[in-house]
């Protein structure tokens, strides 16, 4: 009874803003000549005539004609279908509607695409990048002075609170392009970005602020705090000029129960409310299961994730179109190299693909990744371009590859067995029969989700070692999350917040001897680690055999586990011992990769061994580049 109070009482204090369209404005060269932009305006159903279109539509401007205007429930909304013609040329247009003396007016504008995309912007993310993850209220404050909006409906900025927002930004990322050089990143991945205008809500039994960007308010507004439209332009441009590449992170199952188009439907069935706003059952398998009931499936995809964030009805084909494009827009205006696409597994399949296909067909060399925290491997599958037989066919060219990222926190941490430790490393890898291209993967650690690995592994650095060797030269794309580098740790405790913190030296009042993006600033141990990661990001940027080659593996055996990376250029062994004895391995069993080879060179140290001279002892791990 609170909750539909709440929400009363926010739609009755909800004026519709004066005149507002999405998209705001559009390019011509698109390949589709289709665009339908939403009208929100008070009364605005009443303010344009019905029109008699014929099929070949009305022109309304240069190079644009109006084919058909939908009418919904509200009347503060209005769609109008229009078609941008080939020939269209950019500039600012006015479409009127109506006699002269009284005509509803609207603003457009027409660009030009940037001829950019795919040399520097939209380049796409392939096995050739490091992908370096972070929540930017996190990493680095640059500008103090946007910490707090005053129009905002959270205003508090805290960092003693680790539920608040902690004012990182753009400016502050900026500000490390030398670190994450130094580091080998090539591909920043922030988490969402887009305003976030949420008041503090009660997660949990905490009071948390929307700092990590999830729970969207207005799709076209980039977030202030971070640094608004014109800082995110000026951010992807400047990591453009750098080499580097960004991924936007999007949500495509739900919005804060603040946006807009929350607090003013534009149709009873703009939201999915089958199961009013109770949970989804988080059962992936109800998409490939031959057994599956209807009900299941129902409740998985019209199930909201938590109560504030409504679940949006993408089986409605008006919603389904303000997705694609703004997934489009988002990509052209600030050209974006790839999208990582939040809860992937709850929403409508045939949309997932759709949105796909629109970017594929705008942005051929554009990447994109689903998050789907699944429970097999096969489900994992499911979810990307894939080799399994199933009814319904996914085209997203990757996944997260959680299954992965499993199996490598069981190699460190678990003992040796049969699906056990390195075991289950062994039989995750054997299963890629199931992906069409699991280099296409991102493989990862942990992310902003999870326990921290540094604490995972007991803070173990041998450990950790092992985890980065794999990260580095396993099939895929690596991803790194904020901090690891210099060994940040810890475990979530009934809260996300707590694997969350500042990156030490971000703040300008943090102390100069805890700065972690210093070498002065570290520990001894966290510079071995940054070193380390620097060294092995290096190696694989110039590794044909990494980046482009095949693998092989090979069944392990008492806790060695070998597999090699190879083209006909560069060989590359990954050896580890994850046993309690200390092994001189039997180079008979792999010579079908070592023939012709008598010596190996450690990629860290550059020291160069004969092989028969290896031996691991227990929890070493090492990457070497075959040599004659």
């Not at 008006?318 to 190299?337: C, K, P, S």
């Not at 940027?541 to 806790?559: E, L, V, Y």
């Not at 580890?576 to 012709?596: C, L």
Request: with cysteine; aromatic share 14%; hydrophobic share 35%.
């Amino acid at each position: 009874m609170k909750k539909i109070l709440l929400i009363v009482f926010l739609l009755f204090n909800y004026t519709v803003k004066a005149q507002n369209i999405y998209p705001s404005h559009w390019w011509v060269g698109m390949k589709s000549s289709a665009l339908q932009l939403m009208i929100h305006q008070k009364e605005v159903s009443g303010k344009i005539p019905m029109y008699k279109l014929s099929p070949a539509g009305m022109k309304l401007a240069e190079g644009v004609t109006l084919k058909a205007v939908h009418r919904i429930e509200n009347p503060n909304y209005i769609f109008l279908d229009l078609v941008i013609a080939p020939n269209a040329k950019p500039g600012k247009r006015t479409f009127s509607f109506g006699p002269a003396a009284t005509a509803f007016k609207i603003g457009f504008e027409l660009k030009a695409r940037s001829n950019e995309n795919g040399l520097s912007r939209v380049q796409g993310v392939t096995a050739k990048d490091f992908i370096y993850l972070m929540i930017p209220d996190r990493f680095a404050n640059g500008d103090p002075s946007n910490d707090i909006i005053p129009e905002y409906r959270d205003k508090v900025n805290d960092r003693k609170n680790m539920f608040a927002r902690h004012g990182g930004d753009f400016r502050g990322i900026l500000n490390r392009l030398k670190y994450f050089n130094q580091l080998g990143v090539t591909t920043l991945w922030l988490t969402p970005v887009i305003e976030n205008n949420m008041p503090q809500v009660n997660e949990w039994g905490n009071m948390i602020a929307g700092y990590h960007g999830y729970w969207f308010t207005d799709h076209y507004q980039v977030d202030k705090r971070l640094g608004g439209n014109e800082g995110y332009k000026e951010f992807c441009n400047e990591l453009h000029k750098n080499g580097m590449k960004v991924i936007q992170d999007a949500v495509y199952n739900h919005v804060g129960n603040h946006h807009w188009f929350a607090l003013d439907p534009p149709s009873k069935d703009w939201f999915n409310t089958s199961q009013g706003d109770k949970g989804p059952n988080h059962r992936e398998e109800v998409f490939y299961d031959p057994y599956a009931s209807s009900f299941d499936k129902t409740q998985m995809l019209d199930g909201w994730f938590v109560p504030h964030l409504p679940d949006l009805n993408q089986r409605n084909p008006f919603v389904a179109t303000f997705l694609i494009q703004h997934a489009i827009w988002t990509t052209e205006e600030y050209g974006i190299d790839g999208w990582r696409v939040d809860t992937y597994k709850y929403c409508e399949e045939k949309i997932l693909n759709d949105i796909n296909t629109a970017l594929s067909r705008e942005f051929p060399k554009l990447t994109v990744f689903g998050e789907s925290w699944v429970n097999t491997l096969t489900a994992n599958a499911y979810f990307t371009q894939s080799n399994i037989n199933a009814p319904f066919r996914h085209n997203a060219k990757g996944m997260l590859d959680f299954q992965n990222c499993f199996a490598m926190l069981a190699g460190m941490n678990e003992g040796f067995g049969w699906s056990n430790g390195v075991g289950k490393m062994y039989m995750t890898l054997a299963q890629d029969v199931l992906y069409k291209d699991p280099m296409n993967n991102c493989i990862f650690l942990d992310n902003h989700d999870m326990d921290r690995v540094f604490s995972v592994v007991d803070e173990d650095w041998k450990k950790l070692k092992m985890g980065m060797n794999w990260l580095f030269t396993l099939r895929g794309i690596p991803q790194l999350y904020y901090g690891t580098e210099v060994l940040m740790k810890n475990k979530k405790t009934s809260t996300d917040a707590t694997v969350r913190e500042d990156f030490p030296g971000g703040w300008p009042d943090d102390k100069e001897k805890e700065n972690r993006f210093t070498k002065e600033g570290r520990s001894e141990k966290q510079n071995e680690a940054f070193n380390y990661i620097s060294a092995l990001a290096g190696f694989r940027r110039n590794s044909s055999a990494i980046t482009s080659g095949k693998m092989m593996q090979f069944i392990p055996k008492d806790g060695l586990y070998v597999y090699f990376r190879y083209d006909a250029r560069q060989t590359v062994m990954v050896i580890t011992n994850t046993g309690e004895k200390t092994i001189t391995p039997d180079w008979t069993i792999f010579a079908e990769r070592t023939n012709g080879f008598n010596q190996a060179r450690d990629i860290i140290t550059g020291k160069i061994k004969s092989l028969k001279d290896i031996e691991l002892e227990p929890k070493e791990s090492f990457v070497f580049e075959l040599v004659k």
